[in-house]
């Protein structure tokens, strides 16, 4: 592919935005996005080939793919991977990282023989986390220049994690589903957010947007699914949307209209809620 030159990655729709889960529905369909916007991306991915069938089936071709996207072969828990990804040169990062990383569900059993949804990596959002964090400070350690262009980070969370006195984003009748039923991938989220707090990440990031969906359904096909960014709801915090579902193509182009186009300005610091 054509790789841009430092003066791509910050000029008009050349930024480059690095993508971390991109395989996965939500993140997939920003990336589609923001490849047909002429946005330039960098992706991570265990399969790349995967990725690549992803992508021309969402309707990009072959040119825009060579041109504008490049994909390194890696995982998202291993630090020198993530910083082959969000280091484009000695003296640039890329302006944006977007991360859904995700596992596979496996059904288990819990306690008095109840089931329970656990991951085949119940530690990937953690871990991820924690492998960007030490990413950017090996980074900011070697070239400490690159401290004034700090990326912008958004990272796909779940609903399900707010605690009292705070709003639940939850409906009253998923309470009791997610409290039985999502106990592992709830926790490995709040793990996940818990490191990606401001005192974390003050010096290493412009800012953090959590993006808390409802439960995910859809593949993220971007022209097929969904009720398109502008009809979904969305909630702060403090003023959560409750709702039960949310298509991952909503998300994703919610991500890259609200985030990857206007640089996160009204979502920097804040747990975003999207529903149906």
């Not at 008009?12 to 529905?25: R, V």
């Not at 793919?65 to 082959?84: F, K, M, N």
């Not at 990804?85 to 944006?96: E, K």
């Not at 986390?129 to 401290?147: C, N, Q, T």
Request: net charge neutral; hydrophobic share 35%; with cysteine.
């Amino acid at each position: 592919m054509s790789i841009p030159t430092p003066d791509e990655t910050t000029t008009g729709n050349t930024k480059t935005i690095a993508f971390f889960g991109a395989t996965g529905g939500s993140t997939n369909a920003c990336l589609t996005h923001a490849l047909q916007a002429g946005y330039h991306a960098v992706a991570l991915a265990r399969t790349p080939s995967k990725l690549t069938s992803q992508l021309l089936n969402q309707g990009l071709s072959q040119n825009t793919l060579d041109s504008q996207l490049r994909i390194i072969h890696g995982d998202a828990t291993d630090p020198a991977a993530v910083r082959e990804t969000i280091l484009l040169s000695p003296t640039h990062l890329v302006s944006q990282i977007i991360s859904g990383l995700g596992s596979f569900p496996v059904l288990s059993r819990g306690s008095f023989f109840l089931p329970h949804i656990t991951l085949d990596n119940p530690t990937i959002c953690e871990s991820g986390a924690k492998a960007l964090l030490s990413a950017l400070r090996s980074i900011y350690s070697d070239y400490p220049s690159l401290e004034s262009s700090r990326p912008l980070l958004t990272v796909i969370s779940s609903t399900g994690l707010t605690t009292s006195p705070t709003p639940t984003d939850l409906p009253f009748l998923a309470l009791r589903m997610y409290h039985f039923l999502g106990a592992v991938p709830r926790a490995d989220k709040m793990r996940m957010e818990a490191l990606l707090s401001v005192s974390q990440t003050a010096d290493l990031v412009r800012g953090v947007v959590i993006v808390r969906p409802s439960l995910l359904k859809g593949s993220g096909n971007v022209t097929g699914e969904g009720k398109g960014w502008k009809n979904i709801r969305v909630g702060k915090e403090q003023s959560p949307a409750v709702g039960y579902t949310v298509t991952r193509a909503d998300v994703g182009e919610w991500i890259f209209e609200e985030v990857v186009k206007k640089e996160g300005d009204d979502w920097i610091g804040e747990k975003v809620s999207l529903t149906s």
